[in-house]
């Protein structure tokens, strides 16, 4: 499949994207070679080969997750243990405003 230049100027305006008319051939080349890309791999055989869905074997069991359950931390000491600067239980951050 090989894109005209109209239809990268139409791509490029549905995108919000200036392309000037100088950059034009080289856009149309690399979208063309973007699409070439993609007709390349509808044309691996993929039957037989199962889905994978991030990164392990569909079926397989999900990791396991923790209750998601709201709790108020109770972690300040250590979450400031490491604060290069502190103000009390607050993290002393540099003035930016004057």
Do not use: C, H, Y
């Amino acid at each position: 499949m090989s894109l005209d230049s109209a239809t990268v100027r139409r791509i490029a305006a549905l995108a919000r994207i200036r392309v000037e008319d100088d950059e034009l051939p080289r856009v149309q080349a690399e979208i063309n070679g973007i699409l070439g890309w993609i007709e390349q791999l509808q044309a691996v055989n993929t039957e037989g080969v199962e889905p994978m869905s991030g990164g392990s074997p569909v079926g397989q069991a999900q990791a396991r997750l923790r209750p998601d359950a709201v709790t108020d931390g109770d972690r300040a000491e250590q979450v400031l243990a490491n604060a290069p600067d502190r103000m009390g239980a607050w993290f002393g951050v540099p003035k930016v405003v004057e």
